[in-house]
């Protein structure tokens, strides 16, 4: 080899592990950055030779950095990531709505209930007493407020997991922006630092929603969602949210804008607060206006029939256009005089207490939907219960499959100090060893001149 080639590849050489120490010192100092992958330098990809050479690489460029990665793990991690967001926001939703209910404590509905049929058999005990028409008054009014402060609580939380999804969707949008971006950017320079960004977003939108991500030679993505393309090249298909009003009932729909279509998301956190919006919710809200109408019109047809101390007749004890759980109130004209409450039959005598009793035996009937107001009750909240249950078991279960996850990428895409410190000095040396040749030849090459 001549004495230029002798140079050239030194300085090839110095150049080289220059870029491999760079990039040894960007991996530590990457160590505790979130998302952040290993950089190993392909030596495989130099070539060294004569100066001009056709072909010949000067040195490392970004292709020759490369970040390592296995596709596969990442998306099997984003499909997980998909599951853990459904399941995690699950259970915290749920938890949420059990705690609306507030079965727990004194003003639980089923505790409340058990007061207003009490109370109406204390008054068949004593129909002409005053005060105990009085407490039936009462526990009515504490049981129109049950209900009318569930249906709010729950009509309240609809509305705001209408705005979170808002923001969300808002969210979602400008990562598929940003992951556009970076495609555009990546057909002139496929840089190890915008894959870890593409990566963080890709991470957080499979964490919101159903994707599937798939990846060109270009390092360029193109991100899709149940079948509809939502980003490809730099090109971006927005999603926006349809909000629809029925009565004191709300309904979401997420649509690709482009396309005009609706999306039937699943997973992720939108997947959760969409089934919470739409069903959850919705089916609670139901089963709560099947239970208070039942109730008032069971109520009011046997009070309306009976008689008061003073012998009015006719009167409904509950307002007689109850719909439903928000709008379940007692007759005004009750809640003013609690001498219209009826007690007696038309052929009973002053003192006679059966309307009262039979009231009170409404408890004991089936009387909403085949089923007794405990047994109907109950049932929605064993339901809850259970979703509770499903749910925190689901997403104990799935983070344990994210961690084992995140421990395997770990594992290859890391950074370990001391390996980084090892390669560091290796490179280090051969840095040196390269400087050491072009030194030594340049001795050779003075000596030789002053020879001549």
Known sequence: MSINGIFETGRRSLLAYQSAMNTTSKNISGVNQAGFSRRRVDFTSLTFGLPNQPGVSIGLNANQIVRVRQSFLDQQYWTEMQNLGKYSTDELLLTQLEQVFAENTDAGLSNVLSEFWAAWNDLANDPESESTRVIVRDKAVLLTNAFNRISGDLQDMQEQLVQDLDGKINRINEILHRIAQINKQMAINKSPDLLDERDRLVTELSSLMDVTVKEKESGQVVVASGGLILTSGNEVNELNLQIEHSNTRMKVKIQVANFNRELDLEFGEIGSLVETVNGRINDYLDALDTLAVSIAQQVNQIHSRGYSASGVTGTNFFANDVSGASNFRLNPAVRRDPNLIATRKASEAVGDGSVALAISDLQFSSIVNNQRVSEFYNSLLTRIGN??????????????????????????????????????????????????????????????????
């Open 387 to 452: 979703e509770v249950q499903q749910s925190e078991f689901l997403h104990q279960t799935e983070q344990k499959i994210v961690d084992q996850l995140q421990n395997q990428i770990e594992s290859i895409s890391g950074v370990s100090l001391d390996e980084e410190m090892v390669r560091l000095s290796q490179y280090q040396q051969a840095y040196e060893a390269a400087g050491k040749v072009i030194k030594t030849v340049d001795e050779m090459v003075q000596t030789l001149l002053n020879i001549v």
